[in-house]
């Protein structure tokens, strides 16, 4: 970053943190532009029994807007929820970017003047859809939420979640003996459908219409903002594709167990507010202290 500021202790930023990835929060801070793009569930909002319920974790999306308000800097939300959704559950920032339905839909993310990505069909500041649309795709959306509704009519304690392009099945709070069954079942019948893409997270499995992916998502968000480096954080399987178009400057973050192409990792959501906390007071100082 082109401005002049005080030299700041770095070594006391980020105590909690491993130092490996103290370093390399340091090391993309220094860069002139930045894109910091998050999922939301599991890795700004605790997991929990109801979908419905997920809340960011408190100051969560403080800190990303104030990223988003830092000069050069560009954040957004990466999500598998649908707009409507990520928006009542987030109550995001105006300036941070939003992409719902594993980048299916999108908003792009704000600079710190107000400016928009440089992609013409969000530039308006109106969400944009992509996929397909015709009579052929809403019939086949029209009978995979039938195959679902069916699942869940039978299994106490799960759940259907519709979206614009596809249907989830949810099964955190139902018998697991059970659930795990009725979902493999349901992604061997449905996965069989031509025009059917299937989505694997954690206790959760969906069917869509459109085969977007947050790799997709995230190549799309690094394409209207033009980073010098791009930060990512997920914890789920379906992050993977998020973590795995970042390049070698970029850094990749993993929220919890399980294995990851994502270089660096952290235990949890309360985690992530302070790699977002130790980034936005590096931003800020314009920090590119070795």
Known sequence: MSEQHAPMNIAELGRGLEPSLRRALVRVASVETLLVACDYDGTLAPIVDDPA???????????????????????????????????????????????GSHGAEHLAPLGSNGRVGSDPAVASGDPGVSGHHDAES?????ALIADVADEVSRLPGSRLEPKPVGVAFHYRQADQSVAAKTADALIERLSARPGVHVRVGKMVAEFAVDGADKGQALLRLIGQTGPDATVFVGDDVTDEDGFAVLGEG?????????????SHRVASPADVVEVLSVLAQLRRAGAGIE
């Open 53 to 99: 319920e997920a809340r960011p974790q408190p100051r969560a999306m403080e800190v990303l807007g104030e990223l988003a308000g830092t000069a050069g800097t560009w954040a957004s939300l990466v999500s598998g929820r649908s707009l409507q959704q990520l928006i009542e559950l987030s109550g995001p920032p105006a300036t941070v970017g939003l992409v």
């Open 138 to 142: 809403a019939a086949l959306l029209e």
């Open 250 to 262: 970029d850094l990749g973050i993993k929220v919890g167990a399980g294995e990851t192409a994502a």
